[in-house]
């Protein structure tokens, strides 16, 4: 033993001789642009649940941004050396710390971008306040990112669970019907998303007649007690609201189906659901279904012609978060030319306030309070199969959800 | 009463499944003394193949229902000859080890092919209405897959009795030295077998494509919940397998509709019943206790 | 029951010991050289390395050894192990920002955690052997991280606890650089620790029980007991990397239960060598450093990298790679003799 306790005295003594040494990592000087470029990192999930309506699509997107950027400015450009990094965080909050902090330290990164899944989002907005560099996150829905985890150098593009929920529970209750009967996943995004969705349907007049966590992970993969359960209900519910993302969204919808409860008069809203999801479950399981989109590729010619573009790169039709990266990397871009630096508090000085129009952000606003970023949402309902002209063309806009509704307001936990 | 039975009858839905993925593991386990950790991998690529045989080359459910537990119990066997087969004289863990990486490899090349996005999965028409149970009625496809679970489960059964293939594998399951000592060539069944049990997994891959959602990790937490159910019913016990499934299935489903209160007591019964088990009956309900160790 | 050591191969040929004997056998200079390169690389790790995969593997190699301590010594595969490791980074995390104490503390706190989660598993656990144990420990490892999952009012479910301080008597221990000569004292405790308990009279026992059970039983020992012991501690020493981990990502997700982790660990430990003690250390080095590598390198199918690396271990070179390498060594030694 006396051996053991020489060692970790030795080691305790080279540790203060190499903290002395200063052989620690250096800070970079004070150009206009660290290290003469801009690094753009795209950190997502590039293996898992959420590669396909992200993943290396989104790193695609990003280098359209990049192409349309030059090809603005030209000459003009603040550097024409703009290159993008990429990581897959796999999902996992410990992978996407240390990759998110490996690319700001070791790879020169300005700004990273995406992260879905919301513990590895939230995780990253801590690395980004201290090292202190930006972070657009998109794929993430929690609203802590601009609630209590709220800082300066994070923002909060495309969707939240409070704009899912209001815009699916409030128009859905007033346009479909008012008795809901409430499916979520027991776990923090489930019963966020519960609470907005009780909230925005009680608001609209509406009434949740019923409401149950499943379990989650739900390893069985069964439903049916709770599906069973919803016509049984007193009054008959009209909407059962899911909250299930995913794999257990596809399991939902197939029960659904089983048991016929559409034809039993119950109709189907969806908390959470990207056009890939529809794509799997085929738009004759989810006709009539409603839920909202924070961006659809066919809504107009614009999106039209950047989904075309899309299309040709990647073969694949844009989920709304390939365009909130377009977007954001572009609004990150002009940014950095407007303020002729990449010093992350300029850019963000920049950024604050800023109204702002473009494919992915109509009417959009930079929040300077809790940075959340605003914009148009859509409430969507999926085609039945016969009105399907298209591949990929899976639903009709039933609404537009102003800017200014879309969102909560900016909330009081917020402390920059 | 109603929403008992219908409980009670998704509970052995559920429990089908276990009963079937446990019965593969336990006449694989019986035969080779190998824990399959790849079995929740084979029943991905049942489900998986079914979707691939339908949107690739037309072939209906039905088909697939023969093909896919057939195919994949020749991949079994080849498996077994490749890698198995090299290690089944080591200490098991090796086996399990072996199969763990089998695990990681399969699910990784089906996520390369087909992405991690579920794939969709229509109920054969035939079985796409309800069957009316006087008090309430019920989706086909369920009845189909509960009557399909227990006509396999009562055959295999059948055929470990009442064949002389089933004989010699009893007899290599529960005294192997002797079977051998008797000049029986256990060796010669021990592939086929091996196939057979992961037909079986394939079978009910199959059986859960228009239920579940088909994708590359549908099989991984399941795997999980079957060792469990194995361990409850023991590990050697081809009977206790199956009476194991069902019994979980319907334990979840009863805790699920009337522990809803307690979601932690619901999410982990299978796991608190499994620790009762072990302090009661060390080598499972039906289990033989093992040699000292 | 033979011990997963002891390969039929291996009973063949004149007993060839396992890569920890080797080098205890092995001429004195070369065991106190061995220990001088292995300090030397553990100083000039994170000069060389980013510093926070340099935390990881220190971490990983705490774990790691903890699962062989069961594994290549007692001969029990818990493939449960992220029961312990992930208890003690939830229990490290909340005493750190509850109580504020030093990180050490708290590391120490969610260890002894661990430790007293792993009485009852283990009284479970070892009536069991072989197989069943691995699957046994797996199952509660998975009721573990249900409980985690859902007890979201402590454990603050999917989102995981965040902020978890590197609080240490007011040093600024935010640079992953400073931070892993911080606990690298730790660490080196940790692993002098397990190299104590194999070399003890309880260790050679445990040995004992391992290679032939029923003597050991008939020798009057009390098998049992033996066995949750050295369970415990195993819990504590994954509980000690545990604990680290958090502090060292600064927070804890609910991946630290899942049992993917589980499979990790031993994943290290067959390719490092199982029963090699420090075979670990390496191989949770090879992981950490493939793994961070690959998830760079724009490679989509991680898993198909180390489950195949992972068949051919098992299946061509079963000692891993410090078991390989000393087999070697040894041979060697002997043919120079001859």
Not at chain 1, 75 to 83: E, F, G, L, M, N
């Amino acid at each position: 033993m006396r051996r053991t306790v020489g060692v970790a005295a030795a080691s305790a003594a080279a540790m203060v001789l190499v903290a002395g040494c200063g052989g620690g990592p250096q800070s970079g000087g004070d150009q206009k642009l660290t290290g003469d470029k801009i690094v753009l990192g795209v950190l997502n999930d590039q293996s898992g649940a959420y590669s396909e309506l992200s993943g290396k699509n989104s790193v695609k997107a990003v280098e359209m941004a990049i192409a349309d950027f030059k090809a603005k400015h030209g000459d003009k450009a603040v550097t024409k050396d703009i290159t993008v990094e990429t990581a897959d965080h796999q999902n996992k909050p410990d992978i996407a710390n240390s990759k998110a902090a490996e690319m700001y330290d070791r790879k020169g990164v300005d700004l990273i971008l995406d992260v879905p899944t919301s513990s590895a989002a939230l995780k990253v907005a801590d690395v980004a306040k201290e090292k202190k560099k930006l972070y657009f996150n998109i794929g993430a829905a929690t609203t802590d990112l601009t609630g209590k985890s709220c800082n300066k150098y994070t923002f909060h593009y495309a969707y939240d669970t409070y704009m899912l929920a209001n815009g699916t529970g409030k128009t859905t209750t007033e346009q479909i019907g008012k008795n809901w009967y409430i499916l979520y996943p027991n776990y923090a995004f489930g019963q966020d998303m519960e609470k907005s969705f009780s909230a925005a349907i009680t608001q609209a007049g509406g009434t949740v007649v019923g409401k149950d966590g499943a379990p989650f992970p739900n390893t069985s993969g069964d439903y049916s007690t709770f599906l069973l359960k919803a016509p049984t209900l007193n009054p008959k519910p009209q909407v059962l609201g899911t909250m299930q993302a995913g794999a257990e969204l596809v399991n939902v919808v197939k029960q659904y189906n089983e048991f016929k409860l559409r034809e039993k008069g119950v109709g189907l809203a969806v908390g959470l659901m990207f056009l890939t999801d529809i794509h799997s479950l085929t738009p004759a399981a989810l006709a009539g279904t409603t839920y909202t989109d924070a961006w659809y590729w066919n809504f107009d010619a614009k999106n039209r012609e950047f989904a075309d573009r899309f299309q040709k790169e990647t073969n694949a039709r844009p989920t709304f978060a390939h365009a909130a990266n377009y977007s954001a990397a572009t609004q990150y871009l002009e940014a950095v030319q407007a303020a002729g630096t990449d010093d992350a508090d300029a850019v963000v000085k920049n950024l604050e306030g800023k109204t702002v129009e473009d494919v992915f952000l109509r009417n959009g606003k930079i929040r300077a309070e809790d940075h959340r970023v605003v914009h148009d949402a859509y409430l969507a309902q999926v085609k039945p199969q016969s009105e399907v002209s298209e591949p990929w063309d899976y639903v009709k806009v039933l609404k537009t959800i102003p800017a200014a509704e879309a969102f909560r307001a900016p909330s009081s936990d917020c402390k920059m | 009463m109603t929403g008992f039975l219908q409980n009670t009858f998704n509970g052995l839905v559920s429990g089908a499944f276990y009963a079937l993925l446990a019965l593969g593991l336990a006449v694989i386990f019986g035969m080779l003394r190998v824990v399959n950790f790849a079995h929740g991998a084979f029943y991905m690529l049942g489900a998986f193949g079914a979707y691939v045989l339908l949107t690739e080359a037309g072939v209906p459910f039905w088909a697939a229902l023969v093909i896919m537990p057939v195919g994949l119990g020749l991949l079994g066997m080849a498996l077994e000859r490749a890698f198995i087969h090299r290690l089944t004289r080591l200490d098991p863990l090796y086996n399990f080890l072996l199969t763990f990486g089998l695990t990681l490899i399969l699910q990784d090349l089906v996520k390369l092919r087909y992405g991690v996005q579920s794939s969709p999965y229509a109920t054969p028409s035939a079985l796409s209405g309800t069957v009316d149970f006087g008090i309430f009625d019920f989706p086909a496809y369920r009845v189909f897959i509960l009557g399909f679970a227990l006509a396999v489960c009562v055959g295999v059964w059948w055929v470990l009795t009442r064949t002389r293939i089933g004989m010699v594998v009893r007899a290599a399951t529960e005294r192997p030295e002797l079977t051998r000592a008797f000049g029986i060539d256990v060796g010669r069944w021990v592939t086929p077998v091996f196939g057979f049990g992961i037909g079986l997994a394939g079978l009910a891959g199959v059986l859960a494509a228009p239920m579940r959602a088909v994708n590359p990790l549908m099989g991984a937490d399941l795997i999980i919940v079957v060792f469990a159910v194995v361990v409850i019913g023991g590990l050697g016990s081809i009977f206790g397998s199956v009476a194991a499934g069902f019994g979980i299935g319907l334990v979840q489903a009863w805790g699920e509709a009337y522990l809803s209160a307690f979601p932690i007591v619901s999410q982990t019964i299978v796991f608190i019943v499994m620790a009762v088990v072990l302090l009661w009956r060390p080598a499972g309900l039906f289990g033989r206790e093992e040699a000292p160790a | 029951m033979t011990s997963i050591v002891d390969t039929p191969a291996d009973a063949a040929r004149p007993a060839v010991p396992s890569g920890l004997v080797t080098v205890a056998r092995a001429p004195g200079w070369v065991r106190y050289a061995l220990l001088a390169v292995g300090l030397a690389v553990a100083l000039w790790l994170p000069n060389g390395l980013y510093a926070a995969v340099a935390v990881d593997i220190l971490c990983w190699a705490l774990f790691a050894v903890a699962v062989d301590l069961l594994l290549g010594f007692t001969g029990l595969m818990s493939f449960g192990h992220a029961a312990f490791w992930g208890t003690s980074a939830y229990v490290t995390g909340l005493v750190a920002i509850h109580a504020g104490l030093p990180f050490p503390v708290a590391v120490l706190a969610g260890a002894l955690a661990a430790a007293v989660l792993a009485v009852p598993i283990g009284y479970l656990a070892v009536k069991r052997t072989g197989i069943y144990f691995a699957m046994v420990t797996l199952a509660f490892a998975q009721m573990v991280y249900y409980v985690a999952n859902e007890w979201r009012s402590v454990t603050r479910g999917e989102n995981g606890l965040q902020g978890v301080p590197r609080e240490l008597f007011g040093l600024d221990l935010t640079d992953d650089y400073y931070f892993y000569y911080a606990i690298l004292p730790i660490v080196l405790l940790g692993l002098a620790a397990a190299w104590r308990i194999v070399q003890s009279p309880f260790g050679r026992v445990l040995v004992g029980i391992r290679d032939n059970p029923a003597r050991a039983r008939a020798l009057g020992y009390p098998v049992h007991r033996y066995k949750l012991t050295a369970f415990v501690l195993s819990g504590f020493i994954a509980g000690l990397g545990g604990g680290l981990f958090a502090v060292g990502h600064r927070f804890v997700s609910l991946d630290v239960l899942h049992w993917t982790t589980s499979g990790k660990a031993v994943i290290v430990v067959v390719l490092g060598g199982i029963g090699t003690l420090w075979g670990g250390v390496l191989g949770a080095g090879v992981v950490v450093l493939l793994e961070d590598w690959l998830s760079f390198s724009g490679f989509e199918a991680i898993g198909l990298v180390t489950g195949g690396i992972f068949v051919l271990v098992v299946l061509l070179f079963r000692r891993g790679i410090w078991g390989s390498a000393a087999a070697l060594a040894l041979r060697r030694m002997a043919a120079r003799r001859r």
